[in-house]
């Protein structure tokens, strides 16, 4: 494995996760336009930002821990599907393809290293 394929494979799912983290938090900047007073905003924006939380969560844990974070990231991704319906792949896709890197990353730890 070439250097270039190797710092792909490390910062690819990192990068991703991060953007994809980004892309989960604008969703959360709807409660600013529903009317509520600073309170129910705050309070509001808080619940929100739950799932952008947990994607930063397993982030971390992924970040040292490869083979658990691929674990997470695809439990996320089959719990996004399982409670709401059959879902969206636009935010599951994103979770399998992050769980699938972490995954790659893991086996080819040792590689990595090198």
Known sequence: MNRNTKRILFWAPRILCI??????????????SAGYDFGETILALLIHLIPTCMV????????????????????????????????????????????????LNWIYRAQLKR
Do not use: K, Q
Not at 19 to 32: E, H, K, R, T
Not at 77 to 100: D, E, M, Q, T
């Open 19 to 32: 953007l994809f983290a980004i892309f989960l938090s604008i969703f959360a900047l709807d409660v600013f």
């Open 56 to 103: 930063v969560m397993a982030l971390l844990i992924a970040w040292r821990w490869e083979g658990v974070g691929a674990f997470l990231f695809i439990a996320l991704a089959l719990f996004y599907i399982f409670s709401s319906g059959g879902g969206s792949w636009v935010i599951s896709g994103p979770l399998f393809l992050i769980g699938l890197l972490f995954l």
